[in-house]
């Protein structure tokens, strides 16, 4: 229908960008990306206990639920076709001590929701963290020996603890530590004890961002961290060639997936890494992005779902295969209407 809108008489100019945008059908025809479901992996906060659904003040709308009504979320999240989740374990504070030793415990709380999620039989994939922050009692992703994160040492941990959730069943380790070498020792591990069908997503990117901060305080490890930081390990945000070494190195171990984090303030790493390594690439939309995105909609600022579908289409823009959103589930539902 496009006589009833103005016509332009004359030839200046003959290239007109706008012509295609003048109608939906044209507008959806010429579209270079779209976002699917089949894009979406969703990180959910788990605690002890039956029936609890546990408000998290600086994310609005993510609970940290007990693993009854986690099953129940995760049912839902599969029946939407959402292809991956991702567990995040709200420790019980008694059970975190300088060695983290809780973290290869295999009746962890993240080993049992493992096993629960398996027996439900969901067709959807279960990725499981690694690292020692939700079990340390100094909030450091790693070992700390007099007053440093030791590397080496803590690489042995994390094989220890990427092991119990494999026999838990986990489908895909992701080493969210940034110790150098642990995704080939991860891997060696791994495959040495029978799971060489278990893949490796690397964080392999990871910065040092104050943008982590609402996820601290949902796993309760801010308080143990306190005014420490993690700049020995995590990325200088002010680096971007460093990026590609890190994702180099990662690749050359082994990982089958690598990821960039945060997300929006690193979109530019998400394109330099897909377009120099081509391999499965994925973004992580933290706590802090999803806290400024979802507060300000629920203070009436901005408009939620256009936000939100806006920043994830944002990250297919720039060259991901894949988004770890809290915006999942909504977002899901968003585009299956
Ligand atoms: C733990 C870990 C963190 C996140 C994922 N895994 C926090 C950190 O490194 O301190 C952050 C996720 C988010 O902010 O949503 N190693």
Redo the contacts with the bound molecule.
Sequence with gaps: MNSPLPSNSGSFPSTRLRRPRREDWSRRLVAEQQLTVNDLIW?LFIHEGTNIREAIPSMPNVNRLSLDLMVDAIAEAAELKIPAIAL?PATDSNLKTDDAREASNPDNLVCRAVRKIKEAKLDIGIIC?V?L?PYSSHGQ?GLVREGYVVNDETVEALCKQSIVQAAAGCDIIAP??MMDGRIGAIRKALDAEGYDHVQIMSYAA?YASA??G???DAVG?SGNLGTGD?RTY?MNPANGDEALREVALDIAEGADMVMVKPGMPYLDIVHRVKSTFGVPTYA?Q???EYAMLAGAAAQGWLDHDKVMLESLLSFKRAGADGVLTYFAVEAAKLLRG
């Design positions: 990180p995040f963290d690292a922050d992703d969210s530590d990871k943008f982590y609402p996820f601290r490890s993690k995590q992580y933290v706590s802090g």
